[in-house]
């Protein structure tokens, strides 16, 4: 499975952005998809995952309410949505998949992941 993160960039605070990761090489809807993010100096940690039909969401729990993830699964892509930025939502964001929902919060089980892109909210 091949995945393509794309969508980052600048925002003031209080802005939205949304990545895209786009999905190759094995039947998209088979997939639980993640995003996760690493701020310099820090661990990479869990941000938000979905199930394989987009119908279970799972965020944590400090971007719950201003972040939003979402699949479409005829075009391979799932999306976070982000908006009310924070600067301490600065870190390159990394999509990543794997087969089961079972912890889905933890990063080890994502057999799949894609190569980052940069968030980078000013103050």
């Known amino acids: 499975v091949q995945l393509q993160a794309y969508g980052g960039g600048l925002v003031q605070t209080g802005g939205s952005l949304r990545l895209s990761c786009a999905a190759s090489g094995r039947a998209f809807s088979t997939l639980v998809m993640g995003w996760f993010r690493q701020a310099p100096g820090k661990e990479r940690e869990f941000v938000a995952a979905?199930?394989?039909?987009?119908?279970?969401?799972y965020y944590a729990d400090s971007v719950k309410g201003r972040f939003t993830i979402s699949r479409d699964n005829a075009l391979n892509t799932v999306y976070l949505q982000m908006d009310s930025l924070k600067p301490e939502d600065t870190a390159v964001y990394y999509c990543a998949a794997r087969s089961s929902v079972q912890s889905v919060r933890s990063k080890t089980g994502y057999d799949y992941w894609g190569q980052g892109t940069q968030v980078t909210v000013s103050s």
């Open positions: 979905v199930s394989w039909s987009g119908g279970t969401a």
